[in-house]
């Protein structure tokens, strides 16, 4: 395979094909394009009730009183066709952001770079944490095991990295929930997130910030597991495809 010298500092491996899950010597644009859309497409298909759920979860309303379990797969064709241009543009930025910044592979600045990557396709804070952490973990696990990790080895490192990100994140995202279901005219209707979040503190505390936490970080975790994995897996198809071609 002709790996590059082992280093725990490093973010991204690569291998003298440039074909192996976790590893890009070069940009393969088109196939990240298709890779990301594929993988859209797929993790909307699974999760999308779950988030569904998690939403009611965080209703002020109650979960009960924001319709339970009633019609939690409604809206999930829709919702997996309007994903692929996304992941797909997504991934097409990240990959390309980060060719344009390559940097040596053991320089310390390559969780900047990823962050950066992370924030041009999709600049939320949630982005910012999961893909630095989900780049990490396939380094380190590549130089633990003395070669790069293999496409279901990276989709652990992304359950990882989302359970995490959904973790840290869930503050913002029950304050997200809030605006959306406000009452039209209200102060949290206005979009101030540091107002909802002082709402949810005042009559909630701290369990009414991390109100479904665990639900959030089961879905997430899955979630990036399905999403990154089948990235991965697909664009690492892709490009065995494309080398075989004469």
């Known amino acids: 395979m002709g790996l590059r010298p082992a280093d725990p500092r490093l973010i991204t ?6 074909g192996v899950c976790g590893a ?3 940009p393969g644009f088109t196939a990240s394009l298709v890779a990301g859309g594929v993988a859209g497409v797929a993790v909307d298909l699974i999760l ?27 809206g999930v064709p829709s919702a997996a066709i309007g994903s692929f241009p996304n992941a797909a543009a997504f991934f097409i930025t990240y ?34 944490v999961q893909f630095p952490l989900w780049e990490s973990l396939k380094a380190l696990w590549s130089w633990r095991q003395d070669h790069v990790v ?5 989709a652990v490192c992304g359950a990882f990295a989302g359970g995490f990100a959904a973790a840290v994140t869930t503050p913002l995202d029950v304050a997200k929930t809030r605006i959306m279901l406000a009452k039209a005219g209200s102060s949290t209707a206005s979009g101030n997130v540091l107002s909802a979040l002082h709402g949810v503190w005042r009559t909630h505390g701290l369990s009414g910030l991390f109100a479904g936490v665990f639900p959030r970080m089961a879905a997430i975790s899955l979630g990036g597991f399905i999403f990154l994995g089948a990235y991965e897996q697909t664009r690492s198809l892709l490009l065995e495809v494309g080398r075989e071609r004469p």
């Open 48 to 74: 999308f009730p779950l988030d569904t759920i998690k939403t009611r979860l965080q209703s002020p309303q109650g979960f009960n009183k924001a319709g339970g379990f009633h019609g939690i797969y409604a």
């Open 13 to 18: 491996w690569t291998d003298s094909r440039g």
């Open 150 to 154: 293999d496409c279901w080895q990276s």
């Open 24 to 26: 890009m010597d070069r």
């Open 95 to 128: 990959e390309y952001v980060k060719w344009f910044l390559h940097t040596d592979s053991s320089s310390y600045l390559m969780p900047v770079k990823h962050m950066l990557a992370a924030s041009a396709g999709e600049v939320i804070p949630f982005s910012l």
